[in-house]
């Protein structure tokens, strides 16, 4: 695994999915709070953050995701939390916000919940 902060985005089925990898910290706020922005460019009708390959992090990270998570609740957007590594499983632990976030184990659990938020036909 790369030690260096990597952010990447694809667009998977309207769905804006945002990779962020290594090791993140306050350098690195700006951009992934762009990255994560729920009005950047309209396009998508959800964003999934893949944690997964996630080395390290501080409160910095946590902010970026709780500022990325009011923007998508006030424009009705999901905004799913993927392969939540036990280092930011604890930072949300110990800031009692694990509760603001819906969170699946992998990618493609994420990506089920997306699909079924949307679906006209949920009960």
């Known amino acids: ?53 996630l080395a390290f992090a501080d409160s910095s990270l946590l902010h970026a995701l709780l500022t990325a998570q009011r923007q998508h609740e006030r424009a009705g957007l999901a905004f799913v939390l993927a392969g939540v590594p036990p280092l930011v499983r604890r930072l949300l632990d ?16 994420a990506m089920a919940l997306v699909r079924a938020e949307a679906s006209p036909h949920r009960s």
């Open 1 to 53: 695994m790369n030690d260096e902060a990597e952010i990447t985005e694809i667009m998977v089925d309207g769905v804006r999915v945002v990779r962020i990898a290594g090791e993140f910290d306050a350098d690195e706020a700006d951009t992934v709070t762009a990255a994560l922005s729920a009005a950047r460019d309209g396009a998508a009708r959800a964003t999934v953050v893949d944690l997964s390959q």
């Open 94 to 109: 110990l800031t009692d916000t694990a509760r603001v976030f819906t969170t699946a184990p992998r990618l493609t659990a």
